[in-house]
């Protein structure tokens, strides 16, 4: 996965796609609207809000299979 290791900031997903990330849930345990300097893991279950094209954007630039 392109983000794992990368902090939201790094990893720049909102000026790259426009989708705005609300939620990650990491171990069962819920972080709403995470900071910037929070960073991905494998495993972590991310929430999106945005448009359709822009949460296409998102499955594109993070490399997952996302249930529509």
Do not use: C, H, W, Y
Request: aromatic share 2%.
């Amino acid at each position: 996965n392109q983000i794992i290791g990368q902090s939201l900031a790094q990893a720049e997903i909102r000026s790259k796609t426009g989708a705005s990330l609300v939620a990650l849930i990491r171990e069962g345990t819920l972080m709403a609207n995470p900071k910037s300097s929070t960073v991905f893991q494998a495993g972590d279950r991310l929430g999106f809000i945005g448009e359709s094209p822009q949460i296409a954007s998102v499955r594109k630039l993070i490399e997952l299979e996302i249930p529509a």
